[in-house]
């Protein structure tokens, strides 16, 4: 899997959530940022890399100003397929199949025991591109596992609350997301032969 960035690599400002709850996990909800669908560099790390830490400094400045004490997603992924720690706490947690409490779903059980991925850009009208839904079954996979949860319970933020999030054309392809999950899943085990 990609490496995952850690709220110090992208400069986080520190937050105290030793007090959050931590959860079996449930699944993965699936949200976009609604932010602009910038080009895409994966050829230049360092552009990406600025460009996703920038990103997730919005975020959490913003969630704080919501009255949030952090970042309310989980996971940031990039357009150009960088995945980004959001909420303190969330990879420590994860790697023991736990989920820090979140606010990302606008529903309590979503927020104690769902990872929510933040996917950059806005998908009305458009798909997300090659990289970051690559980045994105990367980590879905990943959390699948450490989590003990299956492929099926990906969602799309739209079946929580009434919202556009993660975008029409997004949402649509949630079944897609969930059969690659399912396939990456079964092929890092062995169910599978790789592909050709």
């Known amino acids: 899997m990609t490496a995952i ?20 996990a ?24 600025d460009k996703g830490s920038q990103l997730a400094r919005q975020i959490q400045r913003d969630h704080i100003a919501r009255g949030y ?6 996971f940031l ?7 980004l720690e959001g909420r303190q706490g969330t990879l420590a947690a994860a790697e023991k199949g736990l989920v820090i409490q979140g606010a990302h779903c606008g529903n309590d059980v979503g927020n104690r025991s769902w990872w929510g991925i933040e996917c950059e850009g806005m998908y009305t009208a458009e798909l997300p591109p090659a990289e970051l839904w690559e980045a994105l079954v990367s980590l879905c996979a990943w959390l ?25 054309l997004f949402a649509a392809q949630i079944a897609r997301l969930r059969d690659e999950v399912r396939r990456r ?12």
């Open 185 to 196: 899943k079964l092929r890092e085990i062995g169910a599978l032969p790789p592909q050709s």
């Open 69 to 74: 004490r952090d970042a309310g997603q989980h």
């Open 26 to 49: 449930s699944g993965v909800i699936i949200h976009h940022t609604a932010t602009p669908n910038r080009p895409a560099y994966p050829g230049d790390p360092a552009f990406e890399m």
């Open 144 to 168: 699948s596992v450490v989590g003990g949860t299956q492929a099926s319970n990906i969602t799309p933020h739209r079946a929580w609350k009434s919202t556009e999030c993660p975008g029409t």
């Open 5 to 24: 960035i850690s709220t110090k690599e992208w400069g986080s400002r520190p937050v105290d959530n030793s007090s959050l709850p931590l959860s079996t």
């Open 77 to 83: 992924v990039t357009r150009g397929g960088l995945i």
